[in-house]
């Protein structure tokens, strides 16, 4: 009698996938690769892009090491609002003006490839000027409450102490008046006695709610610092939320202190 040899495998039934090849799965994989790769810059280009705040200007609305989700569709968009900066147009497609009280992330003027975040404080048409330490917008005195002591620390972790204080700017475009904490250093020098600016068509006027250090458009010479007007073609977007925050004080590799470095009571923050 014939032997039978069985073979190694047993035939495959009717409805069952043969297994893939290897070129199927690299195939696969790269059409997964390339699909999240559209996504991911579709989200950062026209949606969400994330900032990571470098230093104490914002303070305590914004501390150093918070991250945030800028929403790039607030103001419409301008070539500084996508990647790489294209030179594709001139001026904001869908262009909104930005409400005071907004926390905005934008281009520097004096140099378009750094980003810079501050509070939009005045608008096309604005009076406003700082005397005595004081916010004047069209000949208003900004109210100041809850005047309480502050300690900020700031990029290099060095302490500073001054006192904060829940200010309310008038509200803009039909939208109510925003509240939001400064804090105040000290009631000298420059940025607290200045002339009055009046905002011309098509810029802003921004200031830090770190009053007493933030380098913004209360400097409005020929510095390398100094801010002045800002475009509002150089508008990113509109910080809406702190996702993640940390801060860093052990070295980086130090990955033990990781968990205890994470301020856990400001992830998920709306930024206001």
């Known amino acids: 009698m014939q032997d039978m040899i069985k073979p190694e495998h047993p035939p495959l039934e009717a409805g069952v996938d043969r297994p893939a090849s290897t070129g199927q799965v690299i195939l696969e994989y790269a059409r997964t690769i390339i699909t999240v790769a559209i996504v991911v810059t579709f989200v950062r280009?026209?949606?969400?892009?994330?900032?990571?705040i470098p230093s104490g200007s914002m303070i305590p609305s914004l501390q150093v090491g918070d991250y945030i989700w800028v929403s790039k569709?607030?103001?419409?968009?301008?070539k500084y609002a996508l990647p790489f900066s294209p030179n594709l147009?001139?001026?904001?497609?869908?262009?909104?003006?930005?409400?005071?009280?907004?926390?905005?992330?934008?281009?520097?003027?004096k140099d378009t490839s750094i980003?810079?975040?501050?509070?939009?404080?005045?608008?096309?048409?604005d009076r406003i000027r700082v005397t005595q330490g004081h916010l004047f917008l069209n000949g208003e005195q900004v109210p100041c409450v809850d005047v309480h002591p502050y300690t900020a620390i700031d990029e290099s972790h060095v302490a500073m102490?001054?006192?904060?204080?829940?200010?309310?700017?008038?509200?803009?475009?039909?939208?109510?008046?925003?509240?939001?904490?400064i804090l105040k250093l000290m009631d000298d020098g420059q940025q607290n006695n200045t002339p009055e600016y009046v905002v011309p068509p098509g810029y802003f006027f921004a200031m830090g709610d770190n009053r007493d250090d933030s380098a913004d458009s209360r400097f409005m010479g020929d510095g390398?610092?100094?801010?002045?007007?800002?475009?509002?073609?150089?508008?990113?977007?509109?910080?809406?939320?702190?996702?993640?925050?940390?801060?860093?004080?052990?070295?980086f590799w130090q990955?033990?202190?990781?968990?205890?470095?994470?301020?856990?009571?400001?992830?998920?923050?709306?930024?206001?």
């Not at 990955?255 to 206001?272: D, T, Y």
Request: with cysteine; proline share 7%; charged share 20%.
């Open 224 to 251: 390398p610092k100094d801010l002045g007007f800002v475009p509002q073609q150089n508008l990113v977007g509109k910080a809406q939320i702190v996702f993640f925050s940390t801060d860093a004080t052990a070295p």
């Open 45 to 52: 280009t026209f949606l969400f892009e994330s900032f990571v």
């Open 115 to 125: 980003d810079y975040v501050k509070r939009v404080v005045g608008l096309p048409g």
């Open 255 to 272: 990955f033990w202190h990781w968990p205890a470095e994470i301020r856990w009571g400001r992830l998920f923050r709306g930024v206001s």
């Open 161 to 181: 102490e001054g006192e904060a204080c829940q200010e309310t700017l008038p509200g803009s475009g039909g939208h109510a008046p925003v509240q939001h904490a």
């Open 89 to 109: 147009f001139e001026g904001r497609i869908w262009g909104s003006e930005p409400h005071r009280g907004d926390v905005a992330v934008f281009r520097f003027t």
């Open 73 to 78: 569709y607030s103001y419409g968009y301008s």
